[in-house]
Nanobody, 126 residues
Framework: QVQLVESGGGLVQSGDSLTLSCAASGRSFSMFVMAWFRQAPGQEREFVAGIKLSGGSTYYAGSVKGRFTISRSSAENTVYLQINSLKPEDTAIYYC???????????????????WGQGTQVTVSS
């Protein structure tokens, strides 16, 4: 089993920057890909960004490319999501996800991931 714990969310103002963290524990050595998803009120959960833990290649949703940066710290078993120029429409619960299935690519579907964190709330005021 893999446990994922997100942190770093909060109430921020439009234009601010924020860095979310996702700490992995348990059988974290078995993970191949980690990603961030978000779910706004009344909306479906959507892919935001993902990273392959071996090699570090990244993939972003088109709507966030250029403002969001995903990165990892292998030593700390932690993945980060830096969000710049926050907008009210970024308000959502942000979830960390990981996959223990070998993959040559970063998946952008919920079913591509088999471990999930509890989420961290990000609220952006205008």
């Amino acid at each position: 089993q893999v446990q994922l714990v997100e942190s770093g969310g909060g109430l921020v103002q439009s234009g601010d920057s924020l860095t979310l963290s996702c700490a992995a524990s348990g059988r974290s050595f078995s993970m191949f890909v980690m990603a961030w998803f978000r779910q706004a009120p009344g909306q479906e959960r959507e892919f935001v960004a993902g990273i392959k833990l071996s090699g570090g290649s990244t993939y972003y949703a088109g709507s966030v490319k250029g403002r969001f940066t995903i990165s990892r710290s292998s030593a700390e078993n932690t993945v980060y999501l830096q969000i710049n120029s926050l907008k009210p429409e970024d308000t959502a619960i942000y979830y960390c996800a990981s996959s223990s299935r070998p993959s040559a690519y970063v998946g952008n579907r919920i079913r591509d991931y088999n471990f999930w964190g509890q989420g961290t709330q990000v609220t952006v005021s205008s």
